[in-house]
């Protein structure tokens, strides 16, 4: 309880402190965006069969204060959905969530940054929703740092929130040209347990001939084991890059995330299973329009057999109106169950505004075949159409879709999407 | 109450640390934004087009080649601040998020060129991929809120 009531005042001097701090001259701005979308889908609910559903979604963006400069601003994102027919197929006709919504203040010096609210944190092992405050600045010309407390937003629905706590942070050593070695730590309380207890280095170096190694590991405290190591190299050759990589991931200090384990990943974490992948990607940026992709993976188990994937794919944008692609990938299982073939062909026609009343034509089809059946189906069909207009100088875009998938989950299912996005932006 | 006092006393220095340092020292500042296409005249594309592929920022690892998608990760988590010239949250959040009902590709089922993930009939190769390599779903979906779409197969 105390310590409850030392965040929450910490957190409130902190609201305190970001308010107090200087406000530059520049122009207040607002630009708000807004996707509205609507579905239309048939289901099998406890209520009937072939029972229509209709969700609407809406997706709401703010930003306000002083965005194009340093200084003081607000930005909040999220989602709501109701469901029209209400027939059961959702467990309540009305959903939402607050993705983001928070103040922050920008330095035009040592790139400081603070952030107090509801955010998402992506830097060293952290990859969090979190309500509470992060600070971010640079120590020095080679030295920058950035720490974050709060509370974890993914934990919310086991026992509530009494108990949950997050911070961490990492401080990141970097040498213009050279590279980057970075160092993270990230503790999670979940109803006073330990969640998780993560520690990571993070590297970049920038080699000579324009190659470039990167890579991470991150060593789980709470079980005393490395979860994970992931290394790549970046290697150019005329037009074509090559990207050998490894991965490793130990199941138990991977998916052992103490309090806040979930199915299907907490019966993996009571395993000795560890994972190894070894792959390359190569790209090869034929001319400006024809790029020519090929993969391979690896995948080495401690117990189970190897399973290879191999996978090539190439687009063709012959301007900035067309984009045509396709790709075939292969997954060969050590089990014919784990064996499938992926193809995909797609097109994007736009700027047709000269010729047709709409802007732009997309289509896509993707087909799998499964080697063994899965519901007694050895293949899934699933095409799509789309196409849209905008209106009012571009600052409302309508957009509509439709799909129709054959597979192992549905003999026949065809689904409609209508979205419409409008954009707002203002000074104030 | 000792075991949670001395995080809490090592954040209260770290941020007095950090903001004390922070006012001293005048290292290379990143811009708010990138400009936009309607300033530039142009989409950019290319980051290495007009900035040094390895300047004050290394502008070669921020490129989008046709494996970005996938690989985009370590330059993220090293670089959230550059990605953050030209993407807000937001843009993040179609994927990486605590709670998504709508898979990307199908909330944006018109931007194919895209190639976001799961598109298509992944309900059925998901119990593959799955198997195959469980730690590439474990990213996106394993806290107990992002899971909400698994529970209801999984339990």
Same mark, same amino acid.
């Given at each position: ?52 559903? %209709? ?56 790139? !400081? ?64 040209? !050279? ?159 784990? %064996? ?70 549905? =003999? ?5 999407? !209508?979205? !419409? ?8 | ?109 018109? =931007? ?36 909400? %779409? ?6």
């Amino acid at each position: 309880m105390k310590v409850r009531f030392c965040v929450a005042r910490g957190l409130l001097l902190a609201v305190l402190a970001l308010l107090a701090l200087p406000m530059n001259s520049a122009a207040v701005e607002l630009r708000v965006q807004s996707d509205t979308l609507l579905r239309v889908f048939e289901r099998d609910t406890t209520s009937g069969t072939d029972n229509l559903v %209709t969700p609407g979604y809406e997706y709401l963006q703010v930003d306000m204060g002083s965005l194009s400069e340093a200084g003081l601003s607000f930005h909040a994102y999220g989602w709501g959905r109701y469901d029209f027919a209400d027939n059961d197929f959702y467990q309540d006709a009305d959903a939402g969530e607050l993705l983001y919504g928070y103040l922050e203040y920008k330095r035009e010096n040592a790139n !400081l940054n603070i952030r107090l609210g509801r955010q998402y944190i992506f830097e060293g092992v952290a990859n969090e929703s979190v309500d509470g405050l992060r600070l971010s600045s640079d120590l020095s010309e080679n030295i920058s740092a950035s720490i974050y407390a709060g509370q974890p937003v993914g934990l919310d629905s086991t026992s509530g929130r009494s108990g949950d706590s997050i911070y961490g942070g990492r401080v990141a050593l970097h040498k213009m040209s !050279l590279g980057e070695v970075g160092l993270s730590y990230k503790n999670i309380q979940n109803d006073s347990d330990t969640a998780e207890e993560m520690a990571g280095v993070d590297i970049a170096l920038y080699l000579p001939k324009g190659i470039n190694f990167f890579g991470n590991s991150s060593y789980n405290l709470d079980s005393n084991g490395f979860a994970e190591h992931s290394y790549e190299f970046s290697i150019p050759y005329e037009n074509f890059r090559f990207r050998p990589f490894f991965q490793m991931f130990n199941y138990a200090d991977y998916f052992a995330t103490g309090a806040n384990s979930v199915n299907p990943f907490r019966v993996l974490a009571t395993g000795d299973e560890e994972i190894s992948i070894y792959g390359i990607d190569l790209s090869w940026l034929k001319s400006e329009a024809w790029t020519f992709v090929g993969k391979f993976k690896y995948y080495d188990y401690d117990q189970a057999d190897g399973n290879q994937y191999y996978g090539l794919a190439a687009t063709w944008h012959p301007g900035e109106a067309t984009d045509l692609g396709g790709e075939v990938g292969y997954l060969n299982g050590d089990l014919s169950k784990n %064996t499938y073939l992926l193809t995909r062909l797609f097109a994007t026609v736009d700027q047709l505004g000269d010729k047709l009343w709409l802007d732009f034509l997309t289509g896509d089809i993707v087909y799998a075949s499964y080697d063994q059946d899965i519901y007694g189906e050895d293949y899934s069909l699933f095409v799509s159409l789309g196409t849209g207009k905008t209106f009012l100088d571009g600052r409302l875009r309508v957009k509509l879709s439709g799909d129709y998938s054959q597979d192992p989950y549905f =003999d026949d299912d065809l689904r409609g999407l !209508l979205s !419409l996005t409008y954009n707002y932006d203002h000074g104030l | 109450m000792k075991k949670i006092f001395s995080p809490l006393a090592v954040l209260i220095i770290c941020l007095a640390v950090l903001a004390a340092c922070s006012t001293m020292n005048n290292s290379f500042q990143l811009p708010n934004n990138h400009p936009s296409p309607d300033d530039l005249g142009e989409q950019p594309k290319v980051c290495t087009n007009c900035h040094d592929a390895r300047g004050d920022i290394p502008f070669e690892r921020f490129v989008h080649g046709p494996t970005w998608g996938e690989n985009h990760r370590q330059a993220a988590y090293q670089g959230e601040r550059v990605c953050a010239l030209c993407h807000q949250t937001s843009f993040c959040n179609d994927c990486h998020a605590t709670r998504v009902e709508l898979k990307p590709s199908l909330r944006h089922q018109t =931007d194919n060129v895209r190639r976001m993930p799961h598109r298509g009939d992944y309900l059925s190769r998901h119990r593959i991929d799955g198997r195959v390599d469980p730690t590439s779903c474990f990213r996106c979906h394993g806290n107990p809120k992002a899971a909400a %779409t698994c529970v209801t197969c999984h339990g």
